[in-house]
């Protein structure tokens, strides 16, 4: 499906640049990982809508690997206390 010559899946990855451009521009940490994860799963679904899986696995991979860091320093990582 195309939508001005455009189809789906380059909307798809379009938006997630664009996302994660933006996050780029964040000044607060916290919203800077919150709005890079929302691109990062864009560009999964990105990669799982390219036409043949040997093309969007290294996309998918990358961006599962930086969402899982983005996750972990966002909300499993502990404050740490200085000294």
């Known amino acids: 499906m195309e939508l001005f010559g455009i189809t789906i899946t380059e ?3 379009y938006l997630a640049s664009i996302m994660v451009l933006i996050s ?3 000044k607060d940490v916290k ?3 919150t709005v890079n994860m929302i691109g990062c799963l864009l560009f999964v679904a990105y990669g799982f809508l390219m ?3 040997r093309i969007g696995l290294p996309i998918i991979i990358t ?3 930086i969402f899982c860091i983005n996750f972990y320093y966002s909300f499993l990582k502990t404050k740490e206390v200085k000294a």
Do not use: H, Q
Request: proline residues 7%; hydrophobic residues 45%; aromatic residues 14%.
């Open 31 to 33: 919203k800077l990982r």
């Open 11 to 13: 909307y798809v990855g």
């Open 51 to 53: 036409p043949t899986l």
């Open 63 to 65: 961006n599962v690997a």
């Open 24 to 26: 780029f521009t964040m």
